[in-house]
């Protein structure tokens, strides 16, 4: 056995077992930040979380974030300190609601992930039913999709973050949803994520997954949370989908 025969015979098992996965797949679950587009490409998501950091700072609440808290990057973050402090809270409630509402401020800067749009419309039109499943606000996902002109291929079934934060991923709460209103068992669908808090979620849900990682410290994250289907590319994917040829090798 020739070394390239060492190399392809274990990539091309792992493009045979994708390809399973996705002819399988006729409910199809994505993740919205990340596998749809980068939401805060041209709206830093730093920016959006010093902005929640100094709203509760004029409320005189800087004292419910730890200085680490303060300073982190994500939003979401800030969001989860403030509600395992105050769950179920009006604080909460109108932190929530301002998130919101820079995520919409951040739709018209959003980059769509290379080869989304195509694998979107393909998939639909070939038949499978397609979800959103996110820890986003689902006024966002929804905006953005219709500004793509993709909103047809998924409404209603948009799920996204609600006032109840600790249904957020990695909770099933928003996959089950969709299973439930789409009528479809576990099995016969395919969640498409880009954090372990995805796979846990689809792991609690009993759906398939498969993890859209855009660079290797991504692939790493997911891999090392047990996510046995990972692609670099969802041009892979779209190949797939269509019917064509995949080379094993690439």
Known sequence: MTPDTKQTGPVAAETENLQEVIKRARFVLFDFDGPICRLFAGHSAETVAKDLVKWLERQGLRGLLTEEERVHPDPMAVLYAVNRRHPHSDLVVELEE??????????????PTEFADPLIRTWSAVGARLAVATNNSPRTAATYLESRGLAGCFVPNIYGRTQDLHHLKPHPHC????????????????????????????????????????????????RSAGAGEVVRSLETVLQMVRGDDVNPAR
Do not use: C, H
């Open 175 to 222: 996959l089950v949803r969709a299973l439930n209103v789409m009528g479809a068992a576990a099995s016969d669908a395919l969640m498409i994520g880009d954090t372990p808090t995805d796979f846990d979620a689809a792991q609690r849900a009993g759906v398939p997954f498969l993890g859209y990682a855009r660079n290797a410290e991504k692939e790493k994250e997911l």
């Open 98 to 111: 301002r998130l919101t509402q820079q995520e919409l401020k951040a739709v018209p800067s959003a980059w």
